[in-house]
Each structure stands twice: as structure tokens, then as C-alpha cells.
């Protein structure tokens, strides 16, 4: 028989070997997929571990895709370690993509002349209000009727969306655009700057980076930090401490819609030059697995978003490669999620194997009555 | 039913452990233990927290699995899977800590461990007639979320009752009852061993053991040191075997009252939800340099009345009634409160006193803000410091500031939270239940550091429903019942008889309240 034991503290070991284990047991579930679709398995699993990975190009690659997950990522980690369950960080994205994909449209179409780095500033700025603002009408709903924030954040990703289409099919849409549904491509000033000459990443990635080490130091260094991670897991805590509720309530909120929309921004204004309605490939949903899987560690996100990353970039090129449908790499997120939650389980569990049977046969003292 | 067997076959012991042996890490919980418990006896496991009884206890229920050993069950040899196959051979267990969804009523609480095919309403008929037979006042509809600790565990005990056990196991089960709640236990308990069930009874109370147990085996250490006949045993010989010492003699200075401190104004709060209770034109006093406690029954204001005094309940009815060195501070918040002198320890150390998650080091930060620099920053260093003298101090046994609040013993824990409350020198204390659960030395030791405290110059209030502590270092007692506070009076010139009494609220021109802690 095999059972599930309670340790007496939390493994260490287990909660780094966890998101391996899950790792390990994608790539597994990834070679019985190729093989079951008459796909050879190395090729198939080259394309989404190795190639990613394979020269410069493919490397800046990921870490541009790796830019929004990790700013998305930090504020669902904010939330979550204090108990605010939203998970409509695709919605701050968007309302963020527009505010700053907004801006640029504005000074490209009003031919203000800005420079690159005087622009860059602006469309964070922009960003980041939007996404703040889209997020307090969560924090509003909660704090004044006692709205569920998971129900309303989820709801309000779908408002968004329809009201970027809305934009892009109606007030935004390029007048000498073919009748497509975007707006008129940024003039090249307003664009982020590159990283590296030559290369699509952007200085957005820097900011990404910048913004992981300063919550990691938000979390673990300071008391303001402190308090909001009181209030999850020990309100009647926080109210003997006096800690406020409402306080890590908008407080976590504000930042993590703030940061959402700065990656909307960046993903409007950075590679795609304008604004379509296609701006996201469901970062914000993504963001949510590459916070569990980062742990709700700062650090642990940024390597989360890379390796998230490399499953969007593999997916897309599967499609190409080994001509393997688009929905694999939700397949392989869910697999790579669903494994590791399941692997957490042995960080407070520990498995006995034996002893069942043995017992099962000397019990005969069941009482009659 | 087992009871031909178990009168035909007197020579086998109901249950026999042989050299268990459990390790937690470096730990060993229980080092080679035996027991042998007979049918219909009441035998005692003696020992401080921390010797293993919880351990050995959670063994025999099947909840911990040990590394080594045998136990046998009639005679016969098992191995006990889970708690369920313990209940299913008749083991039933009373925890220290409740296990009980506090969303849930009494009746669905107790229903979620019984058979599918019984109805709610059969169960809450089965837990009334239970309650009644043993005398036990419980009513199956309330919320558990309501129920005050002594509450919780008469739910608890109804539970092990209702599966017509032939071994209970109880782990210091009279920490919340009334002296006379707990004369009623022991002859519920009696005239259920008188029906063949064996009980286990786990605590560090001498004289209960005493009056009550037939056998009593002493661990220190996880290790058996003794086992002996407790009737022929006298208090200090048993305390001798428990800690391997003479007890701890607590000094007391004569009280040298000063000025008014804590001041509660005919205080008037309606109750905030239907099982909460109302207080009722409540006044008390505490001044500087003295100790005042607050006897009674749980359940019965003192939730409410702490909330009030701590700010966790700020209203606007209390903002003239409770001023703190002529301050009104009915309105402010726990902060604020904190920062003019006002210290609480509250009676849940897990979850309210400290987060179960974080370490020791962090937990100061609830109510200490000496390590807090500028921006909010937390200086780690200071912090850890900090942490270190007061597990010092008070001889908290852990191995350092970084382990998490929930690693260590209820009583440990404890002694952690008062002394981060002591060592931040307040001007008022106040203190709910401060030696629930915690063993003989430790017990010893915070009330000494209250009455070091008190002899200091700090006002002291004492919330606890255990008579001994508060005639032991109290200098004026009030009491509690149905929302109502006694007047006060000097605790040496109160009986316990009297207290007894006005804990049903029947208080000189008081109110004819009817009692709840000790149903007739």
C-alpha cells in the first residue's frame, strides 16, 4: 500500500526539485504526444527546448516575450501572497496597451517631435495609470460592496478587450489602413530603444529585470511588505497587529494592474509599433502559471517567464517546423502546472510504501455495534 | 458489543505498546516507549509539553505512523493505518487542538465523521441526548466560529462520545473548565470507565491525576521514566518524575498600587453577529502596579470585551468608556493603542498572536517596531537580535529566531508571544488565558515574569478561565458571566466557592443570570 505521510517541517529540497520534477515529467508527456501524432520525438522536443535557446536572435527572442509575463507575473505575486485572488492581470494588459499604444498614436498623429529616451518615460507613465485605473475598479468593487475580485477582474478582461476592438474597429482605425482593424503605425520615436542594435529586445526588458529586484526587496526587506503577506494567510494576525485590509487591498491592486499595463505599454509601443487588437497572446492568463511555477517569488518569476516563454516560442515554432497544431503549448503550460501543483504536495507530504496489507489482515476488532 | 469479552479475558490488557519509537528529523519524539492501559482504567501520561505525549498519543490514533514497535489491541498485534481504523477498533481521541471547520454548525461538524446514511436532524438529536446523559450543555446549531475554546471542546468531546468508544484518549482536557466543570467531567469520566471504556488521560496536572487516575505513566524526554500508582503518590513526587526537578517556587511582593492605568466606563456593546454576546454596562479598573483578573466561563464576553480593550473592535459606543491613562481610546486602533503603552496577548497564539508562516524574527514585527528603519526598511540584523534575546530571556526551546511560529509547541509559542509583549516594557498588559496548554515549568515562569512585570509598575489584566492561576497571582478578581462584569473584589478575600458562584452570574444585587459553564 502506498500512503501519504505528513512531515514534521516543510522540504526544502522539494520546493526547488518540484518545478523540475514537473518539468521533467512535460517533456515525458511532450515525446508520448509527438510519438502518438507520428512525430519524431527528438526533433519535436529539439524544437521547443533547444532552439529557443539556439544564437542570439533566438535568445533576445525569448527574453522579449519573457518582458510583459515577468511584469505581469511580480503583481499577481504581490496579490496572491496577500490573499487578492486576481487573475485579470489580460485585462490591465490591455487598458495598459491602450493608454501607452494611445499616447503614441496621439504624438504620432499630432507630429510631436520626442526623442527616444524622452518618450520612454511617458509610455510607462501611460501604461501604468491605465493599468492601475483598470485595477481599481476592482479593488473599488471590493472594498465597497464586497464584490468577489476574482469574478470582476475575470469579467473585466472581456470589457477591455471589447473596448480595444472597439477602438481599433471604430475612433483608432488607420484612415489609410486597408480598412484593417489597428491604428497607424508609431512614428520610429516613440518606439522603445533597443537593447541591442540589431535585435527586437528593448529596454522594456531592463525595466522587467529593475522591477523584480525591487519587489523582491518590497517582499522580504521591508515592513510595508511584511504587513501586506500578514493579511493572507492570518487576517484575525493582521487586525491584532493592526494591519489594514483595506490598505493591502488596494495596495496590491494598484501595483500589479500598474505593472500589467506597463507590460501592455511596452508591448504596444516596443515590437509591434501599433496597436491591434491582437496586442496579447494571453500574457496576462499566462502570468498567472509563471507565478505559481516562480513560486510567488520575484526572482522565481523571472525564471518562470523564460521558461514559459520558451513554450510559446517552441509552439510557434512547431507550427513551422514540425507542422504541430498552435494549441500545443497550452497543453504543455497545463501539463507543466497541473504536474508541479501535483509534485507540491510532497513538500509537506512524504510517501510510505508498505505495512498496509500487513495491518489490514491483523484488524479484526471491528465492534459489532 | 465488546463488553463479554473484555470481562472474560481481564488478564489481557486493552492496549500494549512495545518500544515505540518515533523520530522528527533530529528529533526523537517518543525513544523506546511502552504502555500497557487495562480495561475500564483511567491511566494518566504525565510529562511537560515537548516529552512526547502528544506524539505517543497521535501514534496510537493513527495519525503518526512510528519508525518502531508493536501494539496490540485485546492482545492481538495491529498496525494502526489512520485515525479511521483506530475508530473503527473503538480508539476515540479528544485533541489538544480542535479539529473542527468553524464554518460549519456543531451538528454538521460532528456529521461529517458519522455514517452517510444518517440525517442532520438524527445527529443533532444524538448529540443533545449525548450532551444531556453526561451532562454537558451544547447546542448542535451554532456555528463553531462562535463557540469560545471551552466551547469547541465540549463539541469535541460529544464527537468521542458518540462512537461508544472502548479507549479514550484525552489531551488536557480540563485547561477551560469551571473547578466545578471539571468535578462534572471527572464523574462523566469515572462512570464511563465503570462501563468497561478505557481513557488515556494526557496532562500535567498533578492533582487531577491524583484524584482521578488509576495508573499514570511519566515520559520526560520521550522517554518512559516512570510508571506508578498516582493515589499512593504525592504532588511533589510526581512533579519530581515529570521534570527531574523540584518545581519552580513562584515569589510574590505585596502590590503597591499606584495610579489609575486602564479604565473601563460603564461600556455598553451590542453584540456584532447572533452567537456573540452583548456586554452589558461593564466596568473595571486597573491600576499600576497591580494584578487584575477576569474569572469565568469562555463564551461568556470576554471575547468581546479583549476585542474592545485591544482595538480589534473599535466602535463608536466605546469611545468615552475605555480611557487609558485618562486618554479616551474606545476609537483608536490596536497602533495606536500599542504606541501609547497598551500591550494584548491574545488567547490564539497560531493565527492571531503570530502568523504560522513566518519565522520567529518576523513575528516580533506585529506588535515591535524597534527594527523598522527609515522607508519601511527592516533591519534584518537588529531583528534577529532582537528575537534572539527574548528566546533567551524566556527560555523558549527552539533552535533559533529563523524557525517558523508554527514549528514550535503551543506552550513555547506562548512564552515567545508574552515575553514580545513584556519586553516592549508596557504601561497596561493584558493577558487572555496566558498558561492554556503550556507545562509546569513554563507556566511557572510567565507568571512569575507578570507578577516581575506588575512589581515594575505595569497595570496587568489577566483574562482566564483557570481559578488556580488567578487566586495564585491576581491582586483583585472580577468575573464574567453573560456579558455582565462582577464587581471587583480582593482575591484574598475570595473563596473559590463564591467565585464558583458568581460565574453564574449570581453576584451579590447582580442579576439571576442562569449559569452556562456548569449546567445542572
Redesign the interface.
Known sequence: ?I?L?AR??PSRLMILLSPLIALAVTVVVAAILFTALGKDPVRGLSVFLFEPFHGMRAVTELGLKATPLILCSLGLALCYRSNIWNIGAEGQFLMGAIGGGGLAMWVTMHGVVVSQWGFFPFVIVAGALTGAAWAAVVALLKDWAHANEILVSLMLVYVANLFLSWLMFGPWKDPKGWNFPQTVSFAPETTIPRLIPGMRLHWGFGVALLAAALMWIFLF??????QL??GG??P??A????FSARGALWTTLLTSGGLAGVAGAFEAVGPMGQLTPHVSTGYGFTAIIVAFVGRLNPLGCVVASFLLSMFVIGGELAQSRVRMPAALTGVFQGVLLISMLAFDTFIQYRL?VG??A???Q???????? | ??EAQDGATVSVPRLELRHITKR??P?VANDDVALTVEPAQIHAVLGENGAGKSTLMKIIYGAV?PDAGEIS??G??????SPH?AR???IAMVFQHFSLFETLTVAENIWLGLSRKLTLQSVADRIVAKAQEYGLDLDPARTVHTLSVGERQRVEIVRALLG?P?LLILDEPTSVLTPQAVEKLFVTLRQLATTGCSILYISHKLDEIRSLCHQCTVLRAGKVVGVCDPTVETTASLSRLMIGADPPRLVRHAPRPGALALQVLRLTLPRTDRFGVALDDVSLEVHEGEVVGIAGVSGNGQQELLAAL???DPRPEAKQAIRLLGTPIGRM????R?RMGLH?V?E?RL????????SLA?NL???R?EA?RG????D?RRLLAQARAIIGRFRVATPGPRM?AR?LSGGNLQKYIVGREIDAVPRVLIVAQPTWGVDVGATAQIRSELLALRDAGCAVLVVSEDLDELFEITDRLYVMARGKLSPGVPTSAASVEQIGEWMSGLWGAGPAAVSTGAPA
Request: net charge positive; hydrophobic share 45%; no cysteine.
Open positions: 500500500m500512503r505521510e514534521a517541517a526587506r521591508t515592513f510595508r511588505g511584511l503577506q500578514v494567510p492570518a484575525a494576525a487586525r491584532y497587529a493592526g510510505r505495512g498496509g500487513r495491518a489490514a491483523a484488524a479484526p476488532g471491528e465492534p459489532a455495534a | 458489543m465488546l522528527f528529523g528529533v505512523h489491541w485485546n492481538q498485534p495491529v498496525e494502526i493505518d481504523q473503527a477498533l473503538g461508544d472502548r485591544s482595538g480589534e486602533g490596536t497602533g495606536a500599542r494584548f491574545p490564539e493565527g492571531r498572536g503570530a502568523v504560522p508562516g513566518l518576523q514585527l506585529l506588535t517596531r523598522v522607508l519601511g526598511w527592516i534584518g517558523a514549528s
